[in-house]
């Protein structure tokens, strides 16, 4: 088969290298790792939810550009993204909202209903809104890459035809 101008394989879509793909896949699982001690050491160090969910997006990235979308579905599935952006926003929302309807100010997370002291509350309550960014970012950069190659990631670029 032959390839396209930049090594692209016009029928995947993608840069076909064994060397690339054995080493995004072995590089993939420590950059989700450290994207997950991001987010939950947020409250307590410099990162936080935003930091780690553009580094969980940039390992599904990672993958979909080194393997192609279809390898890419058994991480992280293309209509994953709307829903996860849904569930993230959702999370922070609910948190902030129910410290509204308990008596506090909006993401006063000393109002939070966890039956700890204070101060474990407040991480906590700071633990759970981090959660939610970063799975909304996760998700809604991934939707955005998942939107943007569309169908024509596949298919090559229709100037090869």
Same mark, same amino acid.
């Not at 959702?90 to 309807?101: E, M, P, Q």
């Not at 991480?123 to 960014?133: P, T």
């Given at each position: 088969?032959? =390839?396209?101008?930049?090594? !692209?394989?016009?029928?995947?879509?993608?840069?076909?290298? =064994? !060397?690339?793909?054995?080493? @995004?896949? /072995?590089?993939?699982?420590?950059?989700?790792?450290?994207?997950?001690?991001?987010?939950?050491?947020?409250?307590?160090?410099?990162?936080?939810?935003?930091?780690?969910?553009?580094?969980?997006?940039?390992?599904?990235?990672?993958?979909? #550009?080194?393997?192609?979308?279809?390898?890419?579905? #058994?991480?992280? =599935?293309?209509?994953?993204?709307?829903?996860?952006? @849904? !569930?993230?926003?959702?999370?922070?929302?609910?948190?902030?909202?129910?410290?509204?309807? #308990?008596?506090?100010?909006?993401?006063?997370?000393?109002?939070?209903?966890? +039956?700890?002291?204070?101060?474990?509350?407040?991480?906590?309550?700071?633990?759970?809104?981090?959660? +939610?960014?970063?799975?909304?970012?996760?998700?809604? /950069?991934?939707?955005?890459?998942?939107?943007?190659?569309?169908?024509?990631? =596949?298919? +090559? @670029?229709?100037?090869?035809?």
């Amino acid at each position: 088969m032959e =390839r396209g101008r930049e090594g !692209i394989d016009p029928m995947r879509g993608y840069y076909d290298d =064994r !060397i690339v793909a054995l080493s @995004s896949r /072995l590089v993939v699982p420590f950059i989700q790792l450290f994207a997950l001690y991001v987010v939950f050491h947020g409250h307590y160090s410099p990162g936080g939810g935003f930091q780690g969910g553009a580094m969980l997006a940039a390992s599904f990235l990672l993958i979909r #550009l080194s393997v192609g979308s279809d390898g890419a579905q #058994l991480q992280f =599935r293309k209509g994953w993204g709307t829903p996860g952006s @849904s !569930i993230g926003t959702l999370i922070y929302l609910v948190t902030g909202l129910s410290t509204l309807l #308990l008596g506090g100010y909006f993401l006063d997370y000393s109002q939070l209903p966890l +039956g700890m002291g204070e101060s474990e509350t407040r991480s906590m309550g700071i633990l759970i809104v981090e959660i +939610g960014v970063a799975v909304a970012v996760a998700c809604t /950069l991934t939707a955005i890459y998942d939107d943007l190659v569309g169908e024509e990631g =596949r298919r +090559g @670029s229709p100037h090869d035809a």
